[in-house]
Protein backbone atom coordinates (compact mmCIF):
# COMPACT_ATOMS: atom_id res chain seq x y z
CA UNK A 1 0.00 0.00 0.00
CA UNK A 2 1.24 3.18 -0.82
CA UNK A 3 0.36 6.57 0.91
CA UNK A 4 0.26 9.72 -0.41
CA UNK A 5 0.32 13.47 0.97
CA UNK A 6 -3.55 14.80 1.11
CA UNK A 7 -1.69 18.16 0.87
CA UNK A 8 -2.61 20.25 -2.10
CA UNK A 9 0.22 21.46 -4.06
CA UNK A 10 -0.60 24.88 -4.57
CA UNK A 11 -0.06 27.62 -1.70
CA UNK A 12 -2.39 27.82 1.73
CA UNK A 13 -4.85 29.63 1.38
CA UNK A 14 -5.77 29.49 -2.50
CA UNK A 15 -8.35 31.99 -2.14
CA UNK A 16 -6.56 34.70 -0.09
CA UNK A 17 -6.14 37.04 -2.64
CA UNK A 18 -9.09 36.37 -4.71
CA UNK A 19 -11.98 38.18 -2.39
CA UNK A 20 -11.47 41.09 -1.98
CA UNK A 21 -14.67 42.83 0.80
CA UNK A 22 -16.45 46.10 0.11
CA UNK A 23 -19.48 46.93 2.22
CA UNK A 24 -20.35 43.74 3.89
CA UNK A 25 -22.71 45.26 6.34
CA UNK A 26 -26.12 44.32 4.98
CA UNK A 27 -24.04 42.10 1.91
CA UNK A 28 -27.26 39.60 0.49
CA UNK A 29 -26.26 36.61 0.32
CA UNK A 30 -26.78 35.64 -3.64
CA UNK A 31 -26.69 32.24 -5.74
CA UNK A 32 -27.44 30.25 -2.61
CA UNK A 33 -30.30 26.94 -2.63
CA UNK A 34 -32.51 25.03 -0.67
CA UNK A 35 -31.72 21.59 0.32
CA UNK A 36 -33.40 18.75 2.43
CA UNK A 37 -30.38 17.03 3.51
CA UNK A 38 -27.26 18.33 5.47
CA UNK A 39 -23.55 17.62 4.24
CA UNK A 40 -20.58 19.14 5.82
CA UNK A 41 -20.77 21.74 2.77
CA UNK A 42 -24.34 23.44 3.57
CA UNK A 43 -25.48 25.57 6.04
CA UNK A 44 -28.47 25.50 8.41
CA UNK A 45 -31.20 27.81 7.24
CA UNK A 46 -34.09 27.43 9.68
CA UNK A 47 -35.51 24.16 11.69
CA UNK A 48 -35.20 21.03 8.59
CA UNK A 49 -33.41 23.68 6.02
CA UNK A 50 -30.42 23.80 4.90
CA UNK A 51 -28.41 26.16 2.14
CA UNK A 52 -26.16 25.49 -0.11
CA UNK A 53 -24.13 28.87 -0.47
CA UNK A 54 -23.07 27.70 -4.03
CA UNK A 55 -20.35 30.91 -3.92
CA UNK A 56 -17.51 32.22 -2.36
CA UNK A 57 -19.11 32.26 1.01
CA UNK A 58 -18.16 28.81 1.14
CA UNK A 59 -14.54 29.15 1.91
CA UNK A 60 -15.59 30.75 4.84
CA UNK A 61 -13.95 29.47 7.79
CA UNK A 62 -15.36 28.57 11.55
CA UNK A 63 -13.37 31.12 14.13
CA UNK A 64 -14.56 31.44 18.07
CA UNK A 65 -14.13 34.79 17.16
CA UNK A 66 -15.81 35.30 14.09
CA UNK A 67 -15.29 38.49 11.74
CA UNK A 68 -18.58 37.86 10.03
CA UNK A 69 -22.60 37.13 10.93
CA UNK A 70 -24.62 35.42 8.66
CA UNK A 71 -27.84 35.78 9.28
CA UNK A 72 -29.99 33.04 7.33
CA UNK A 73 -33.44 34.90 7.76
CA UNK A 74 -32.19 37.70 6.07
CA UNK A 75 -29.92 36.39 3.81
CA UNK A 76 -27.10 38.45 4.10
CA UNK A 77 -23.84 38.71 5.80
CA UNK A 78 -22.37 41.34 8.13
CA UNK A 79 -18.85 42.16 9.86
CA UNK A 80 -19.52 40.83 13.44
CA UNK A 81 -20.52 43.34 16.17
CA UNK A 82 -18.19 42.51 18.72
CA UNK A 83 -15.10 43.36 16.38
CA UNK A 84 -14.17 45.73 13.57
CA UNK A 85 -12.57 43.84 10.16
CA UNK A 86 -9.03 45.35 8.49
CA UNK A 87 -7.76 44.53 5.43
CA UNK A 88 -6.31 41.50 5.21
CA UNK A 89 -8.05 39.86 7.98
CA UNK A 90 -9.58 36.41 7.63
CA UNK A 91 -13.40 35.76 6.73
CA UNK A 92 -14.77 33.51 9.38
CA UNK A 93 -18.26 33.01 11.26
CA UNK A 94 -18.86 31.31 14.01
CA UNK A 95 -20.81 28.09 12.56
CA UNK A 96 -23.43 27.52 15.73
CA UNK A 97 -24.40 30.40 15.38
CA UNK A 98 -26.82 28.69 12.08
CA UNK A 99 -25.86 25.35 13.09
CA UNK A 100 -28.14 23.21 15.36
CA UNK A 101 -26.47 20.20 14.37
CA UNK A 102 -23.07 19.62 12.80
CA UNK A 103 -23.13 16.79 10.10
CA UNK A 104 -19.36 16.49 10.73
CA UNK A 105 -18.03 18.02 14.11
CA UNK A 106 -13.96 18.80 13.44
CA UNK A 107 -11.57 20.17 15.39
CA UNK A 108 -11.32 24.26 16.08
CA UNK A 109 -7.76 25.54 15.03
CA UNK A 110 -9.28 29.39 15.83
CA UNK A 111 -6.26 29.73 18.89
CA UNK A 112 -9.20 32.02 20.10
CA UNK A 113 -9.82 33.39 23.91
CA UNK A 114 -12.38 30.51 25.00
CA UNK A 115 -12.17 28.39 21.72
CA UNK A 116 -14.57 26.06 22.22
CA UNK A 117 -11.92 23.36 20.85
CA UNK A 118 -14.57 20.99 18.69
CA UNK A 119 -16.57 22.87 15.62
CA UNK A 120 -20.22 21.58 16.82
CA UNK A 121 -23.43 22.36 16.92
CA UNK A 122 -25.13 25.00 19.04
CA UNK A 123 -27.09 21.68 20.63
CA UNK A 124 -23.47 20.22 21.48
CA UNK A 125 -22.22 23.28 22.93
CA UNK A 126 -24.57 24.03 25.32
CA UNK A 127 -26.55 27.75 25.79
CA UNK A 128 -24.12 29.04 28.48
CA UNK A 129 -21.21 28.69 26.08
CA UNK A 130 -23.26 30.23 23.67
CA UNK A 131 -23.47 33.71 25.52
CA UNK A 132 -22.19 36.76 24.25
CA UNK A 133 -22.02 35.12 20.23
CA UNK A 134 -24.68 36.59 18.17
CA UNK A 135 -26.82 33.49 16.75
CA UNK A 136 -29.64 33.07 14.48
CA UNK A 137 -32.92 33.53 15.07
CA UNK A 138 -33.81 29.53 14.58
CA UNK A 139 -30.69 28.88 16.68
CA UNK A 140 -31.94 31.12 19.64
CA UNK A 141 -35.25 29.36 19.65
CA UNK A 142 -34.27 26.04 19.73
CA UNK A 143 -32.10 26.65 22.72
CA UNK A 144 -35.31 28.39 24.59
CA UNK A 145 -37.31 25.77 23.96
CA UNK A 146 -34.36 23.55 24.79
CA UNK A 147 -34.32 25.30 28.17
CA UNK A 148 -37.57 24.95 28.55
CA UNK A 149 -37.34 21.47 27.95
CA UNK A 150 -34.68 20.54 30.66
CA UNK A 151 -36.68 22.85 33.25
CA UNK A 152 -39.68 20.40 32.84
CA UNK A 153 -38.08 17.47 33.35
CA UNK A 154 -36.43 18.52 36.81
CA UNK A 155 -39.88 19.61 38.22
Sequence with gaps: MTVTSLSPPWEQPSHRNLIKVHGIDGCPITNHFFVKDRTWATGEAANGMSIDLNSDLYYVNHSCAPSLEYDVKRMEGRVSRY??????????????????????????????????????????????????????????ERLGTRAETVEKETL
Design 83 to 140: RDLHEGDLLTFFYPSTEWHMAQPSECNCHAPGCLGTIMGASEVGKARLDGYWLNKHIQ
